[in-house]
T-cell receptor
Framework: DSGVTQTPKHLITATGQRVTLRCSPRSGDLSVYWYQQSLDQGLQFLIHYYNGEERAKGNILERFSAQQFPDLHSELNLSSLELGDSALYFC?????????????FGPGTRLTVT | QKEVEQDPGPLSVPEGAIVSLNCTYSNSAFQYFMWYRQYSRKGPELLMYTYSSGNKEDGRFTAQVDKSSKYISLFIRDSQPSDSATYLCAMKPLRGSARQLTFGSGTQLTVLP
């Protein structure tokens, strides 16, 4: 158990809908990273938050957004869902402030868009 | 060309064998190197974390980094059926805001009893 929690574990929804994925980092970690894992693209970085502020963006679609709250949990919002958004979504946390922070992954949310 | 290349396998070995997993990279800014193990449909689990060139050992696992060749390896000694999983290499730069990880595509390993 990495100490990172994600809810829900599974999500099935229809095209055009909007969903919210939630992540709680390990105790003491200030950074949250979101990654998408699909069969054809592997693990791809989406976005990084540190202590409530957005720090970096990767290949994140405009339909996707995220935020980190004062209690450090983070939410990833996916809207206008398409079939191609079906994937595993992971968050990872680390103690930021040092560039060598190790990242620990949560169990993931499996999103299926039908 | 991808920044990180990893042979996807699949790789199948008998129990007790020494396993060698490898990644090459093209971005010389990468300075931190990690190996993750991922069981089917589970979150990646951090196995090894290295910075310097050379070897780092942890139990049956040895991580090797050769920055001059831009080549990293993970060796698993006395492999067990429980080692059957997908192994992902990951790396990130030393400085800058880009602290996210860049992953290889993963190597699927099966250890046969």
């Amino acid at each position: 158990d990495s100490g990172v929690t994600q809810t829900p574990k599974h999500l099935i929804t229809a095209t055009g809908q909007r969903v919210t994925l939630r992540c709680s980092p390990r105790s003491g970690d200030l950074s949250v990273y979101w990654y998408q894992q699909s069969l054809d693209q592997g693990l791809q970085f989406l976005i990084h938050y540190y202590n409530g502020e957005e720090r970096a963006k990767g290949n994140i679609l405009e339909r996707f957004s995220a935020q980190q709250f004062p209690d450090l949990h983070s939410e990833l919002n996916l809207s206008s869902l398409e079939l191609g958004d079906s994937a595993l979504y992971f968050c990872a946390s680390s103690v930021a402030g040092t560039s060598d922070g190790e990242q620990y992954f949560g169990p993931g949310t499996r999103l299926t868009v039908t | 060309q991808k920044e990180v290349e990893q042979d996807p396998g699949p790789l199948s070995v008998p129990e007790g064998a020494i396993v060698s997993l490898n990644c090459t990279y093209s971005n010389s800014a990468f300075q931190y190197f990690m190996w993750y193990r991922q069981y089917s449909r589970k979150g990646p689990e951090l196995l090894m974390y290295t910075y310097s060139s050379g070897n780092k050992e942890d139990g049956r696992f040895t991580a090797q980094v050769d920055k001059s060749s831009k080549y990293i390896s993970l060796f698993i000694r006395d492999s067990q059926p429980s080692d059957s999983a997908t192994y992902l290499c990951a790396m990130k730069p030393l400085r800058g805001s880009a602290r996210q990880l860049t992953f290889g595509s993963g190597t699927q390993l099966t250890v046969l009893p």
